[in-house]
C-alpha cells in the first residue's frame, strides 16, 4: 500500500521551534519531488514549501520564508520541515504530498501531487 505519514506536530509556544517528518512506505520517495502544505481552521489548505527529488531545489511561501527549512534523506524515505520562530499563524493541520516533477510554477498547486498523507496537527499557542 503506498502511504504518506507525518509525524512530529505537537503544540510549541510562539518562538519555538517543531520538526515534521514525512516518511513514505510502498514506493520511494528519492524518485519525486515533495511538498508541504498547511490547512488553518476556516481557511483553504496553502502551500508552504517544497523540494526536488534530489534535495538541489527548494521553494518556501513567503510567510515561512527564513523562519522554516525543507530538507530529505533518500536513504531513510524521508523529507523534513524544520520550523523555527513559530508564530500563532502558523497554526495548522501540516499535510506532505509526493509529485512525480518538479517546477516552480506547479508545485503550489494541489493537482500537481498524486500521494497526499493524513496530515498532523501543529498548535502555537502561549
Known amino acids: 500500500q503506498l502511504q504518506l505519514v507525518e509525524s512530529g506536530g505537537g503544540l510549541v509556544q510562539p518562538g519555538g521551534s517543531l520538526r515534521l517528518s514525512c516518511a513514505a512506505s510502498?514506493?520511494?520517495?528519492?524518485?519525486?519531488?515533495i511538498g508541504w502544505f498547511r490547512q488553518a481552521p476556516g481557511k483553504e489548505r496553502e502551500g508552504v514549501s517544497c523540494i526536488n527529488s534530489g534535495g538541489g531545489s527548494t521553494i518556501y511561501a513567503d510567510a515561512v520564508k527564513g523562519r522554516f527549512t525543507i530538507s530529505r534523506d533518500n536513504v531513510k524515505n524521508t523529507v523534513y520541515l524544520q520550523m523555527n520562530s513559530l508564530k500563532p499563524e502558523d497554526t495548522g493541520v501540516y499535510y506532505c504530498?509526493?509529485?512525480?516533477?518538479?517546477?516552480?510554477?506547479?508545485?503550489?498547486?494541489?493537482?500537481?501531487?498524486?500521494?497526499w498523507g493524513q496530515g498532523t496537527q501543529v498548535t502555537v499557542s502561549s
Open positions: 510502498g514506493f520511494t520517495l528519492g524518485y519525486y519531488a
Open positions: 504530498a509526493a509529485a512525480p516533477g518538479f517546477s516552480s510554477k506547479v508545485m503550489w498547486r494541489e493537482a500537481t501531487y498524486n500521494y
